[in-house]
């Protein structure tokens, strides 16, 4: 890519970094923002800016934050009873948007993967093990990924719940609403089937 | 080349680019290899993640052009395996352990068996520690690094059941000296080498035995299950 402009040939680099955008697509960002977008533009490396620097994790549940103690945690009207583990920020996120959970949280930013050199330390289990023997916490809830990895997880947090003798609850895996069993993979269906509900009066 | 219908294990999967997947594999004629797996990160792909999960067995299309492979297709081969609880962090070891001290390109199909056969006994709920005792002694043996169970290193006198040793890996059983720490009894070698399980001591001193010889192949360093599986109070 020959530019006659060593800003923007610098500008265009930088964007690269962002997921999904490739030689083409920084370019095109570029020149929007030069050509129609200028106090957008400003706008924007203001708040990088400021995000980078000011953005750290909360001491509490480890999920981005500004504040030493993230809104979630320092909320006075959440149950301080119940606590969901997730894997990631974004599934916070998830389920915040799509219950109506009012318990508190715990993001381990990975999952257990000794390929990926990711273990007890790495996700701040120590962390979570002196939390749980604070006493506060009543029920834990499991909600790492339903994948290889995630219920490994799940099963070591379990572990380390029942040592502290507080309840453990894994979020069921089944079939999606609004699908047909025809197109469910196997592993689903079987799993579906094997935990089976009472059907409630 | 293109490869169709290939028996294979997943061992693990890391996230590639935007929407792929590059799995690493275990295929029974083609060794370990990587494999690209297009898209299958976006929401609507057509082949689904789960397909992809470790400890099925699948059967694997893919192009192979130098390093990596490209994946082309998969399609689960009977029942899925099912493992849970200790057996599944067993399963993490496992591919830990296959992955460490094998080479990609390397076919080893005795090797992919053994793997097979050991998923399929945790799955049906054996006993972790020998289970996986049996699979580290099949693993060294394809691998050219055979233990010796049934006669001394040095001497190669038969090994005494009654008798105590001291392992070196590079070496074999040798007599342990009085009061020698860590040692192993005869009859504990013979059982592996016959494949008969020893009693609870003798369990613990061959996994002793295994880590230090699996410790000495990798060159040092450990294995990070070992570390995730000892906090987890997982008995193996």
Known sequence: MSSSSKLLAELIDALRCLPGVGGKSAQRMAFHLLERERQGGFRLAAALEAAMRDVGHCSRCRTFSEEPVCPVCASASRDKHVLCVVESPSDLVAIEQATGYRGLYFVLLGRLSPLDGLGPEELGLPMLAQRLGEGEVEEMILATNPTVEGEATAHYLGQLARAAGIRVTRLAHGVPLGGELEFVDRGTLAHAFGSRQVLGS | ?236
């Not at chain 2, 929401?43 to 470790?54: D, F, G, H, I, V």
């Not at chain 2, 080893?108 to 699979?135: C, I, K, M, N």
């Not at chain 2, 369990?203 to 299950?225: D, W």
Request: proline share 6%; hydrophobic share 40%.
């Open chain 2, 1 to 236: 080349m293109r490869i169709d219908q290939q028996p294979t294990f997943v061992m693990h999967g890391r996230p590639y680019r935007e929407t792929s997947l590059l799995l690493e594999c275990l295929t029974r004629d083609h060794g370990r290899i990587g494999v690209v797996a297009r898209g299958v990160r976006r929401e609507r792909a057509k082949l689904q993640r789960s397909q992809l999960e470790p400890f099925q067995p699948i059967a694997l299309d893919f192009l192979l052009r130098g390093e990596l492979a490209t994946l082309r297709a998969a399609e689960p081969i009977g029942l899925p395996m099912r493992l849970v609880g200790d057996a599944l962090m067993s399963g993490l070891y496992l591919n830990e352990l296959v992955v460490r001290l094998t080479a990609r390109h390397d076919p080893q199909p005795a090797v992919f068996d053994a793997y097979g056969s050991t998923l399929r006994r945790l799955a049906d709920g054996e006993p972790v520690g020998w289970t996986l005792r049996r699979f580290e002694r099949d693993l060294l043996d394809a691998l050219g690094y055979a233990l010796a169970l049934e006669f001394e290193g040095d001497s190669g006198e038969p090994l005494v059941s009654g008798g105590s040793y001291r392992y070196e890996p590079e070496l074999g059983a040798v007599p342990a000296r009085p009061n020698e720490p860590h040692t192993v009894q005869g009859r504990d070698l013979l059982d592996l080498a016959a494949d008969r399980c020893p009693d609870a001591a003798g369990l613990a001193a061959l996994r002793r035995l295994m880590r230090q010889v699996i410790t000495f192949h990798l060159g040092g360093g450990e294995l990070r299950a070992w570390t995730v599986l000892g906090q987890g109070g997982v008995r193996r």
